[in-house]
């Protein structure tokens, strides 16, 4: 069974500051891997997906990277901002056949950003 | 695009009420819809997969019978919970795909259900 762990539960940074966020996964035959941001009490909002065959994705101060083969990726913020704060949701998608779609989902991490 | 919504946002029963929430899509036709549960500070948990027309697949540990779900057409699937009580009380998130091996999940705002 697919688990899927985020680390660390919760970041506090400054604003300005750089960061990451790590999500590891026990199943490395995934189809694809996405990152989530989620405000509170409310839905998901994607925001980079990675494909299996990919290394990594970036949008804006975004960049997401994939090590399939050991089961890792990050989220690298640049220059965090105050609008950053937010829990950040990992999910994975197992590549088990046509018409799977089943994202398994770490716990998140809760970033607060400091101004 | 691909815009799902959920209706209601908020609700509040009494225990022993069944409470129906709705998840649509927008501006596409969704073959595969999802429902998944969240406790606090826990993760989203896939409670069921509905295919359009076909009857939904409960993942383990998820009572169908009190789980209603109906995926009657491309646009709207509806989750009912039967006979609620509190430990019920949590946040319904629904997702909708086209169906197609490549497309992505999106995702509605949710839907937090307080059994009193």
């Known amino acids: 069974k697919q688990e899927v762990t985020q680390i660390p539960a919760a970041l506090s940074v400054p604003e300005g500051e750089n960061l990451v966020l790590n999500c590891s996964f026990t199943?490395?035959?995934?189809?694809?891997l996405q990152w989530f941001r989620q405000d509170p009490g409310k839905g998901l909002t994607s925001l980079l997906l990675?494909?299996?065959?990919?290394r990594e994705q970036t949008s804006g101060r975004l960049n997401a990277s994939l090590d399939k083969s050991s089961g890792r990726s990050t989220l690298y913020i640049a220059a965090s901002q105050p609008g950053d704060s937010a829990t950040y949701l990992c999910a994975v998608r197992l590549d088990s056949g046509a018409g799977s779609y089943q994202l398994t989902f770490g716990k998140g991490t809760k970033l607060s950003v400091i101004p | 695009g691909a815009v799902v919504s959920q209706h209601p946002s908020r609700v509040i029963c009494k225990s022993g009420t069944s409470v129906k929430i709705e998840c649509r899509s927008l501006d596409f036709q969704a073959t595969t819809m999802f429902w998944y549960r969240q406790f606090p500070k826990q993760s989203l948990m896939l409670m069921a997969t509905?295919?359009?027309?076909?009857?939904?697949?409960?993942e383990q540990g998820v009572e169908k019978d009190k789980f209603l779900i109906n995926h009657a057409s491309l646009t709207l699937s509806t989750l009912t919970v039967t006979s609620a009580h509190p430990e019920d009380s949590s946040f319904y998130i629904c997702s909708a795909s086209r169906g197609i091996s490549t497309d992505t999940q999106y995702f509605g705002p949710g839907t937090r259900l307080t059994v009193l």
């Open positions: 990675i494909q299996s065959s990919q």
């Open positions: 199943d490395s035959a995934i189809y694809n």
């Open positions: 509905s295919n359009e027309g076909s009857k939904a697949t409960y």
